[in-house]
């Protein structure tokens, strides 16, 4: 078995190696993540907090249409926490997709650098979109809360699994369409219209107990649809019927990660350094 050296020189097995391949890793999308923010949002004035105002603006304009749609229906869901449920998350989903098309082409600088791999440079990016779209998820939370439009979740548990679930199929979506967008630009272009086709089936702006008894054990074997259910259920507890299928989502969601990884390892070679 062959041994190789630690920065000090010590030599190490292939254990040892492996802590400090992840180590390198993880320092190098550390600060691929603060050269992210910095590209998108500046250093100057607030710059670093447009990470949660972003997404809360956009929810914040939803929330108030929505509000004043609901006024004329007869839907009795609370519809601060139910947009706050449904659209944080897409906001999360669309948002990686988007920031992983076409990210090699994007860092093409960052290429040169031995130590900033593929699989690095597309954490960094989907990291912004996930921790920034959950720290606004809670804020928001906390703020409507300290106003009186929302209560006390029912139990925090399912909120956060669902939150997880989501922003796994997000990251494991965003890098399959990212690594076949390196591949042929004609997957940017179709994604964009794809994208809003979709968005009835991710469970947003709908409860699953609201369709017809036999759609709905079809729509929960959509892991967007689930994890949405999922959020909601620690959200409203026995109050509101909801639906999910957590294993089918999990295992949908594991396909999908390992497609995009195999899609992901040579995408290097499709992408033209000159």
């Avoid at 603006?57 to 939803?62: D, K, Q, T």
């Avoid at 959950?134 to 009186?148: D, E, K, P």
């Avoid at 794809?194 to 054990?217: C, D, H, K, N, Q």
């Avoid at 989502?249 to 390892?265: D, E, H, P, R, S």
Wanted: aromatic fraction near 14%; charged fraction near 15%; proline fraction near 5%.
């Amino acid at each position: 078995m062959s041994l190789e050296a630690d920065p000090a020189g010590r030599q190490v097995g292939w254990l040892g190696s492996a802590r400090q391949m992840m180590a390198t890793q993880t320092r190098v999308i550390g600060a691929l993540v603060m050269r992210e923010i910095h590209t998108r949002f500046g250093r100057d004035n607030i710059g670093f907090a447009w990470i949660i105002l972003e997404p809360l603006m956009f929810c914040l304009g939803v929330i108030a249409m929505w509000s004043i749609a609901k006024s004329s229906s007869h839907v009795e869901t609370p519809i601060v926490p139910f947009l706050l449920s449904g659209y944080m998350p897409l906001l999360m989903y669309r948002h990686c997709v988007m920031r992983a098309l076409r990210c090699m082409q994007a860092n093409l600088e960052l290429m040169y650098h031995r130590q900033v791999t593929i699989f690095a440079m597309y954490m960094a990016r989907m990291g912004v979109e996930v921790i920034g779209t959950l720290a606004a998820f809670f804020m928001t939370w906390i703020i409507f809360y300290v106003w009186g439009f929302v209560e006390m979740p029912h139990d925090l548990g399912p909120i956060l699994f669902g939150w997880g679930l989501y922003a796994w199929y997000s990251v494991a979506v965003a890098i399959l369409i990212g690594a076949l967008s390196e591949r042929s630009e004609v997957v940017e272009k179709i994604w964009n219209p794809l994208s809003y086709i979709m968005i009835p089936l991710s469970g947003t702006f709908y409860m699953v107990s609201w369709l017809p008894a036999p759609l709905r054990e079809y729509i929960i074997l959509v892991p967007q649809v689930s994890a949405v259910e999922y959020i909601r259920h620690g959200i409203f507890g026995p109050t509101v019927a909801t639906y999910y299928n957590l294993p089918v989502a999990i295992y949908v969601t594991a396909v999908i990660t390992v497609l995009g990884l195999y899609f992901l390892k040579d995408a290097r070679s499709y992408v033209d350094l000159q």
